[in-house]
């Protein structure tokens, strides 16, 4: 048993090398291909449970690929607005939060986001 507790990973550092793997790949990943990449010594499950807590995180985005979900990392502006969702849902004063964050915006963001408030009050 010694052996195999050796060979175990951390979790961050298996969450890294998945990571590693979706940023070396040309397109989206499914678990199957995840583990492909990784190699020996873990189980599909661990890939496809490591895989759901990174989309958790809001560090990979996924698309329905078949009967399997297929992931890529997610984008710099998609993790920025996944955290903001989470600031907002945390339970805080939400106008407080939004008016932080519009006091943080560089002026010439302020017609930019009117622009999207305006089209998001359109649909």
């Known amino acids: 048993m010694a052996g195999r507790a050796d060979a175990r990973r951390d979790r961050g550092q298996l969450e890294n090398e998945v990571l590693a ?4 790949a040309s397109g989206p990943l499914t678990p199957a291909h995840v583990l492909a990449e990784l190699g020996a010594g873990l189980a ?3 890939v496809m449970t ?3 807590r990174l989309h958790g995180k809001g560090a990979v985005s996924r698309a329905r690929a078949g009967r399997a979900y297929a992931y890529v990392l997610a984008d710099d502006a998609t993790v920025a607005a996944r ?3 989470r600031v907002l849902d945390d339970g805080q004063d939400r106008a407080v939060v939004l008016a932080r964050f519009f006091d943080e915006l560089d002026p010439a963001d302020v017609p930019v986001l009117a622009q999207l408030l305006a089209r998001a009050q359109e649909t």
């Open 21 to 24: 793997a979706l940023a070396a």
């Open 83 to 85: 955290r903001m969702r």
């Open 44 to 46: 599909y499950t661990t």
């Open 50 to 52: 490591t895989l759901t």
